[in-house]
């Protein structure tokens, strides 16, 4: 039977080390989904780069196409880290880093987690630092911004 519901896109923003934490998200919101959006009518729609992104030919790189694709049509953002920002993109910031603050230039509905996992001893301090310091910079949320609840930065 066909039924109407209110579909709120959720787009997951992650560099490619938290691939773990990306499917528990992705898990999380089938499981809300399969015990609520019946009832509530609502249906949360999982995006990311990784399966939502259409293969075409973008003469400004593949970060516009996720921008074109997925994030701008997206309801609210799920940030995620690990050990690294990202892959660099044009302008020299990672594509993760990139998504969050141009999301935020224009919402306020957001949620960015750092795990707490175990390191790799080989972890590379520049990254380390780099999400230091994103962290510690509120991640440049746009005008009249504060941290949402649900964030929490690196120490």
Do not use: C
């Not at 896109?9 to 490619?16: L, Q, Y």
């Not at 940030?79 to 230039?105: D, L, Q, W, Y």
């Not at 990254?127 to 005008?143: H, Q, T, V, Y």
């Amino acid at each position: 039977m066909a039924r109407y519901s209110r579909v709120f896109r959720m787009f997951i923003a992650s560099p490619s080390d938290t691939a773990i934490h990306r499917q528990a998200v992705y898990k999380a919101s089938y499981r809300w989904n399969a015990v609520n959006s019946v009832e509530s009518e609502v249906f949360v729609e999982p995006v990311g780069w990784e399966y939502h992104v259409r293969q075409e030919s973008n003469p400004s790189g593949g970060q516009d196409s996720i921008d074109t694709q997925l994030l701008n049509s997206s309801d609210f953002l799920i940030g995620i880290f690990h050990s690294k920002p990202g892959k660099s993109v044009a302008g020299g910031k990672s594509g993760t880093i990139h998504e969050i603050e141009r999301f935020n230039e224009v919402s306020n509905r957001s949620m960015i987690f750092f795990s707490n996992e175990k390191l790799d001893p080989n972890t590379s301090t520049d990254d380390l630092e780099a999400l230091r310091k994103f962290g510690a910079s509120g991640f440049s949320m746009g005008k009249d911004r504060a941290p949402r609840s649900g964030s929490r930065w690196p120490s």
